[in-house]
């Protein structure tokens, strides 16, 4: 007895299986936009905006502007050059404006020149400095700098000098003192060379007892 067939067999010995499946999927042999070629298959209908129509949108190479082909551009593999830093050129009159001048400190009588390196003298730039801070108005910055600086100099070379003489007096010698007399002598005569060439020069751990010594002596005219 021949089973019962539904509408979902597909026996590919049917020779109805073509129609049939037409039939489950509502296709028609007419009224499509597609023709049948053998069977099932069919033709997809050619759209109206079709590229074969334009014959360059398919062209196999393009022809593009070659007015940057030479063009270098750099490697990634070469690191880029700089130009070096501009070096800082002081003014051609920086230097000469910082020299001491000739002309004469109101209230000493002598040369800004001398004013500035008498305090740094051996022997007698203790005196120095003390008639300069007495005398110098404040306007004066610079030689009441010196004056100042050169004192706190002073006195320290004097504090140092007498630890020596007391430790030279304990061990019964006098060779540290020796030295450290020379090396000062040395360095006062290099802070006059410096100053009077108008080379600056600020001795740092003398900042604070210079600073001391120019607030707290006031001078005697305050013009």
């Given at each position: 007895?021949?089973?019962?067939?539904?509408?979902y067999?597909?026996?590919?010995?049917?020779?109805?299986?073509?129609?049939?499946?037409d039939?489950?999927?509502?296709?028609?042999?007419?009224?499509?936009?597609?023709?049948?070629?053998?069977?099932?298959?069919?033709?997809?209908?050619?759209?109206?905006?079709?590229?074969?129509?334009?014959?360059?949108?398919?062209?196999?190479?393009?022809?593009?502007?070659?007015?940057?082909?030479?063009?270098?551009?750099?490697?990634?593999?070469?690191?880029?050059?700089?130009?070096?830093?501009?070096?800082?050129?002081?003014?051609?009159?920086?230097?000469?404006?910082?020299?001491?001048?000739?002309?004469?400190?109101?209230?000493?009588?002598?040369?800004?020149?001398?004013?500035?390196?008498?305090?740094?003298?051996?022997?007698?730039?203790?005196?120095?400095?003390?008639?300069?801070?007495?005398?110098?108005?404040?306007?004066?910055?610079?030689?009441?700098?010196?004056?100042?600086?050169?004192?706190?100099?002073?006195?320290?070379?004097?504090?140092i000098?007498?630890?020596?003489?007391?430790?030279?007096?304990?061990t019964?010698?006098?060779?540290?003192?020796?030295?450290?007399?020379?090396a000062?002598?040395?360095?006062?005569?290099?802070?006059?060379?410096?100053?009077?060439?108008?080379?600056?020069?600020?001795?740092?751990?003398?900042m604070?007892?210079?600073?001391?010594?120019?607030?707290?002596?006031?001078?005697?005219?305050?013009?």
């Amino acid at each position: 007895m021949e089973s019962k067939k539904n509408k979902y067999d597909t026996n590919p010995l049917d020779p109805d299986v073509a129609k049939k499946t037409d039939e489950v999927w509502g296709r028609t042999s007419t009224g499509s936009d597609t023709q049948q070629v053998k069977g099932a298959t069919g033709d997809v209908g050619s759209p109206a905006d079709s590229p074969r129509k334009n014959i360059y949108s398919e062209a196999p190479t393009r022809q593009f502007d070659n007015s940057r082909a030479d063009t270098q551009y750099p490697s990634v593999f070469i690191p880029p050059t700089y130009a070096p830093p501009s070096v800082y050129q002081p003014p051609p009159n920086a230097q000469q404006s910082e020299r001491p001048t000739l002309r004469t400190v109101a209230g000493i009588g002598f040369s800004e020149k001398w004013a500035l390196a008498l305090p740094y003298a051996p022997y007698v730039g203790i005196v120095a400095s003390i008639i300069e801070l007495l005398l110098v108005s404040r306007k004066e910055t610079r030689v009441r700098f010196h004056a100042a600086q050169g004192l706190a100099l002073q006195l320290a070379i004097v504090g140092i000098g007498r630890l020596f003489w007391f430790v030279g007096a304990l061990t019964d010698s006098s060779v540290g003192g020796g030295l450290f007399r020379a090396a000062s002598l040395v360095f006062l005569i290099i802070s006059m060379i410096r100053v009077l060439r108008g080379e600056p020069h600020r001795i740092a751990p003398l900042m604070e007892p210079a600073n001391w010594f120019n607030d707290h002596i006031e001078p005697r005219t305050k013009s």
